[in-house]
């Protein structure tokens, strides 16, 4: 549906084949749960990277084995071949480190281009390096990793960050430490009811994460000493139920007991879309609204065109979110669409990324 990381990971893979690499790839889809499931097969992405490369991309049946082995001894340089789903083994994801010598005890080399799983502590993102001693960062890690350090160390004010998606309890570390980078800070999505339930706000049946409401209230009041502006939705879009093909209104500030919000509404949009316009950075991870529904959408399509159409070093986060700028058919007039949500949560958080430590090296 969406090939916006292997499309990422294609200089690194050319880069390989200039040097007559013989070029071993390994990856996961889904969550198999440490089974085979034929649904959850590499295959379909091999036979996309053949065309994308214009050259055949093996797949082998399994990541470890004998006849894998047997298979990469076979390779010439230049040739491609694809490791089946490491998740169809539960070593993959606990680090085991049998597993982790199965997979990586051929390699000369090994390189992580692969930023979506940067924060993992799996066999393949850190096990393998440890076991080899040394591993370099993909041209695609390393763009990563050096823009995100660009925005939060050397970007230009003012500031924006714009943080969406349903739970505050994903990203309170992150909203804490923008507030130490951040000049304004633009709050939508499920996560802004627990805030305004914070500042005594009716929000109807919308999601709120109870036990969190005290947490929004500390960041209240740390944004406010700290003089940060945080804002949230002053309307919003509302249905009795959270499905497609229901009756919908626009709820200024309150919302009645058996409605929900489920989008931001207009008048947020443009109010938000004033902070867009006087900024000189954007960051965004996490959708506004259900967008996935088009009557949800509205919100999350029109920030991903304001910050398109704002003269900003912008960057967007998160899978939900850069799907919105790519329905949109936005994604050349963004700076940077980062292809790791979780990781780039946790680097925007302050943390370490397991599958970066590791490595010993900056550049394929």
Not at 100 to 122: C, I, M, P
Not at 192 to 197: K, M, N
Not at 268 to 285: D, K, L, P, S
Request: charged share 25%; net charge negative; aromatic share 6%.
């Amino acid at each position: 549906m969406d090939d916006t990381r292997i499309q990422g990971v294609l200089p690194t893979i050319d880069l390989a084949l200039q040097k007559k690499a013989k070029i071993v790839l390994a990856s996961h889809l889904g969550r198999p749960g440490g089974k085979r499931r034929e649904e959850f097969s590499l295959r379909p992405v091999a036979h996309h990277l053949s065309s994308l490369m214009k050259q055949d991309v093996d797949i082998t049946e399994d990541c470890i084995g004998i006849q894998v082995e047997q298979k990469i001894q076979n390779l010439k340089p230049g040739q491609i071949i694809l490791l089946e789903n490491l998740r169809f083994h539960e070593g993959e994801i606990s680090n085991d480190p049998n597993f982790s010598y199965q997979l990586g005890k051929w390699a000369q080399e090994y390189v992580n281009d692969a930023f979506g799983t940067a924060h993992r502590a799996h066999a393949s993102t850190l096990g393998v390096p440890q076991l080899l001693g040394k591993g370099a960062t993909g041209l695609l890690m390393e763009r990563e990793l050096d823009v995100l350090s660009k925005v939060m160390s050397d970007s230009e004010p003012p500031r924006v960050a714009i943080l969406g998606g349903a739970k505050i309890s994903d990203k309170i570390e992150v909203i804490d430490n923008f507030l130490g980078f951040a000049d304004t800070i633009l709050v939508g999505g499920g996560m802004a009811y627990t805030f305004l339930r914070a500042l005594g706000k009716d929000v109807g049946k919308s999601i709120v994460e109870r036990d969190k409401i005290g947490v929004a209230r500390d960041l209240i009041e740390s944004a406010k000493s700290r003089q940060v502006t945080l804002k949230f939705p002053i309307d919003h879009v509302i249905a009795e139920k959270c499905e497609s093909g229901v009756n919908t209104e626009i709820s200024e500030d309150t919302i009645p007991a058996n409605w929900m919000g489920l989008d931001i509404g207009p008048r947020t949009i443009q109010e938000f879309g004033e902070e867009i316009r006087q900024a000189r950075t954007v960051i965004w991870n996490g959708p506004l609204g259900v967008f996935e529904i088009e009557e949800f959408a509205l919100g999350t399509l029109g920030i991903a065109r304001l910050i398109a159409n704002s003269d900003v070093f912008s960057v967007v986060g998160g899978g939900d979110s850069v799907a919105a700028v790519r329905k949109s058919n936005l994604h050349s007039q963004i700076t940077h669409l980062c292809t790791g949500g979780g990781a780039s949560l946790e680097f925007l958080a302050g943390k370490k990324l397991a599958g970066v430590e590791v490595l010993t090296r900056r550049g394929a």
